[in-house]
Nanobody, 128 residues
Framework: QVQLAESGGGSVRAGGSLRLSCAASVDISRMDYMAWFRQAPGKERVVVAWLYTLYSPGSPDYADSVKGRFTMSQDNAKNTVYLQMNSLKPEDTAMYYC???????????????????WGQGTQVTVSS
């Protein structure tokens, strides 16, 4: 059983930065994908960034809404992935979740329903 634990959320002013961490209970280099999602109140959970992590670090992909502002990275030695969030906007306010492992290899890593394991989430609030 994989456990994911997010941390690093908080409240910041617009234009500020936060770095989220997602620590996994297992070797992340044995997972196929890890991803960050977010969910605002009353809205569906949507992908923010996703990364192929199996065996060796890959290049992350990003939702258009965060490209150029957010950076996803991984540290295999710590079994942790990060989400560096810069130039934060009020519309970035949401609960942020870490996810790992596609249920099937042909599932879309951009879809929340594709993932087996989830963290408990960490709240990010950006004020104007």
């Amino acid at each position: 059983q994989v456990q994911l634990a997010e941390s690093g959320g908080g409240s910041v002013r617009a234009g500020g930065s936060l770095r989220l961490s997602c620590a996994a209970s297992v070797d992340i280099s044995r997972m196929d994908y890890m991803a960050w999602f977010r969910q605002a109140p009353g809205k569906e959970r949507v992908v923010v960034a996703w990364l192929y992590t199996l065996y060796s670090p890959g290049s992350p992909d990003y939702a258009d809404s965060v490209k150029g502002r957010f950076t996803m990275s991984q540290d295999n030695a710590k079994n942790t992935v990060y989400l560096q969030m810069n130039s934060l906007k009020p519309e970035d306010t949401a609960m942020y979740y870490c996810a790992s492992d596609l249920e099937r290899s042909d599932y879309d890593p951009r879809e929340a329903g594709s993932y087996i394991y989830w963290g408990q989430g960490t709240q990010v609030t950006v004020s104007s």
